[in-house]
């Protein structure tokens, strides 16, 4: 199956004003978001009943339910509603606000500027054909600052959005984008004809040339998106040529951008899809400015910042280090008073020296030392002492293996096993003995302590969670030791260390939080952290 080249938005209907109505009857239809969703046809179609009910749909009901599926499809895609683990569909803040009857077209407002490719639903499984790779884009901010272009007279037709803006993949490609228009408004009527065949063709998405009949494919999705687009009052509907219009409103615009530097492309999609969704579908009132994002620097200190983030991109929460630290770090490539200046801008908070780097390298490390490296200095950030590879106290049944990285709060140990499997990690049964008659056994007495929990860090998904509670009996049985076990993804782990430093957790309260998580389970998203927790996210 070809991927997807061309922007795509569920669309039940069109019109955002309606996006409440949708909400309530998916409330009302599951009992207050207490019945459970996935693969439950009876509720969906339960839920089209409801829509039909309050004039949002014909009063025809699917015989699987595909209708409310459809919708329910919308609702996530604009990070309404996310279904958890347990297939339940549950309302994020912002849905909370507009059920509550809370700045409704505000909030609707700023899920439609914020609709981002990819989002929750779009990397879900249900979800087909997939994007091609590469797409970092707000489509609905694009194409406003496409209409409000002045080098496009300030107006794009309905024909430019399908071939020029429904095939840009970046939010930096405006200016490309921009001149790609203005030669093809430059080109004969033949030339143009050409272009868009060229356009059709590239994409993968047609084997033949057949321009016009393409346009009709992607036209219905292109007037859902100027649709969306007057909805924010950012741009005006062009009833000439069914494409958009600018505004002349100097506030209005002030307003906008913004928006924009309040709500950029969301990253947290590339590594925890459930915990994207909560962070995108924040109400306008409780979602928290980030420090810095207001802050237009000069190019000399933006350079500088650019550096600062290179060099210290293999720390996960740089303002978690010491001020010693962060200055020895900064020395590599600053004069020592530099670094010393920038090193108390970081811990006083003045700019956010944290990249994307440590998490993106971190959940596609090629170097299994290297991950363990990384694992570990997550666990420090936690507040923990580590110690990478100690040598056992004892050498039970001869065992001589040394775990990844010991952790202890100066009161219990906490052996941490990472495994950095591309794809799931399978808790298997020899793995299972290794840790409880191998390293649970062998560091019995580490230090005048015993361990008491341990953990696998994960590159990706795991599974098999009932050998954590086998582990837990061999320990017992074998060692006389009471152990409690988890397995978490290398993500939530991450998140979790970003949530505790951007909340100013103070560090001896950190090991506290992670140890109330070994229940035996297994966590993939930071959701199910938060969830066992206490975090309101």
Request: glycine content about 4%; some cysteine.
């Amino acid at each position: 199956m070809e991927p997807r080249n061309f922007w795509f938005v569920t669309r039940p209907l069109r019109d955002p004003q309606y996006h409440a109505d949708g909400l309530r009857a998916l409330q009302q239809a599951t009992n207050n978001f207490t019945k459970p969703w996935k693969g439950n046809r009876e509720l969906h179609r339960k839920y089209e009943q409801f829509l039909a009910d309050a004039g949002m749909k014909q009063n025809h009901i699917s015989r699987d339910g595909s209708g409310g599926r459809t919708w329910a499809a919308m609702l996530k895609t604009y990070n309404y509603v996310y279904e958890d683990e347990n297939g339940y569909l549950r309302p994020t803040k912002v849905a909370k606000a507009i059920l509550n009857g809370q700045k409704v077209p505000e909030n609707i407002k700023k899920q439609v500027l914020t609709l981002q490719i990819p989002n929750g639903y779009f990397v879900s499984k249900a979800f087909r054909p997939k994007y091609a790779d590469g797409y970092r884009i707000q489509p609905v901010i694009f194409l406003i600052r496409l209409a409000n272009d002045e080098r496009l007279n300030k107006h794009i037709s309905k024909d430019e959005i399908v071939l020029f803006a429904m095939t840009a993949k970046r939010n930096d490609q405006l200016d490309e984008q921009v001149e790609k228009i203005i030669a093809y408004r430059n080109a004969s009527n033949a030339d143009k004809q050409q272009m868009a065949a060229k356009i059709f063709h590239t994409s993968g998405d047609i084997t033949r040339i057949d321009s016009r009949k393409d346009f009709s494919k992607y036209g219905d999705v292109a007037t859902t998106f100027t649709i969306l687009c007057r909805f924010t009052g950012y741009a005006q509907q062009d009833h000439s040529n069914g494409g958009l219009k600018g505004i002349d409103n100097p506030k209005l615009w002030k307003e906008f951008e913004l928006y924009c530097q309040r709500y950029p492309f969301n990253r947290r999609i590339d590594t925890d899809p459930m915990f994207y969704t909560l962070s995108a579908g924040l109400d306008v009132d409780t979602y928290k400015t980030q420090y810095g994002v207001n802050a237009k620097p000069a190019s000399r200190t933006k350079k500088r910042n650019i550096k600062v983030k290179h060099l210290l991109a293999d720390y996960p929460q740089p303002e978690d280090l010491t001020l010693q630290e962060l200055t020895s770090i900064l020395s590599k490539e600053f004069i020592s008073s530099e670094a010393q200046k920038i090193a108390e801008d970081i811990k006083a908070k003045k700019f956010n020296a944290a990249s994307d780097s440590f998490i993106d390298s971190y959940l596609h490390e090629e170097d299994n030392l290297e991950f363990e490296r990384k694992t570990a200095r997550i666990m420090r950030g936690l507040g923990f002492n580590v110690e990478m590879h100690p040598d056992p106290s004892t050498s039970f049944n001869n065992s001589n293996e040394n775990i990844d990285v010991m952790a202890d709060n100066g009161e219990v140990l906490v052996l941490v096993d990472a495994k950095n499997y591309s794809k799931n990690f399978n808790l298997s049964a020899a793995l299972r003995n290794v840790m409880a008659n191998s390293y649970l056994a062998g560091y019995k007495g580490f230090n005048g302590l015993n361990p008491k929990y341990y953990c696998y860090v994960t590159a990706n998904t795991s599974s098999n969670e009932a050998n954590l509670q086998k582990i837990n009996e061999l320990a017992k049985n074998n060692s006389d030791l009471d152990v409690h076990g988890m397995m978490i993804s290398a993500s939530a782990l991450y998140w979790l260390l970003n949530y505790c430093s951007e909340n100013n957790i103070p560090e001896e309260e950190r090991p506290k939080m992670f140890l109330k998580l070994f229940t035996d389970k297994a966590y993939e998203s930071f959701v199910q952290v938060a969830n066992v927790l206490g975090i309101d996210l």
